[in-house]
């Protein structure tokens, strides 16, 4: 068995942001049956795409222990996270676009977001892997850098 790291961004603007984050952790911790690699500390940032409450947003690194890191898999744990954000009281409606295409973002109790898996380079309906705006969104950046390994 060989072993894929999984880097998470995660982010709470409504209620107690900072145990939001708390109990989506603990949750994963669970529904992959490992503990986290690394946890960049909690930045505070203004919330992005739309006005709202500042965000509290971290970034973690799972080690998911896998026998091939693929698509069926990853797939499996981004459907574990839908069911820890709906948990937690995020609302189970699919994304939004505006008139012109854009995304319409709002509040959230929490959202966690798959950033990396391993070197993979995934681009299904539900998953496009790695994220495709990390390079636009410094709540993400600051505390990815922070854990990242080279």
């Known amino acids: 068995m060989t072993s894929v790291d999984l880097y998470l961004g995660l982010g709470s ?4 942001r900072e ?3 708390m109990r989506a952790v603990t949750m994963m911790d ?6 986290p690699e690394r946890i960049s500390k909690v930045y505070e940032m203004p ?8 965000f509290l ?3 973690i690194l799972y080690r998911i ?5 693929s698509v069926e898999h990853v797939t499996e744990l981004f459907h574990k996270m839908k069911e820890i954000e709906k948990a937690l009281g995020r609302d189970d409606v699919p994304p939004e676009y505006d008139s012109e295409g854009k995304r319409v973002y709002h509040n959230r109790t929490i959202d966690i977001d798959i950033l990396y898996y391993g070197n993979e380079i995934i681009n299904t309906e539900e998953l496009t892997i790695p994220h495709p705006l990390i390079e636009q969104r410094d709540f993400v950046k600051k505390p990815l850098k922070e854990i990242y390994k080279h």
Do not use: H, I, K, R
């Open 13 to 16: 603007n409504l209620g107690e």
């Open 19 to 21: 145990v939001n984050l």
């Open 30 to 35: 669970e529904a992959f049956g490992v503990t």
């Open 47 to 54: 919330s992005w795409g739309f006005e709202g409450p500042a």
């Open 57 to 59: 947003n971290m970034c």
């Open 65 to 69: 222990p896998v026998e091939t890191p």
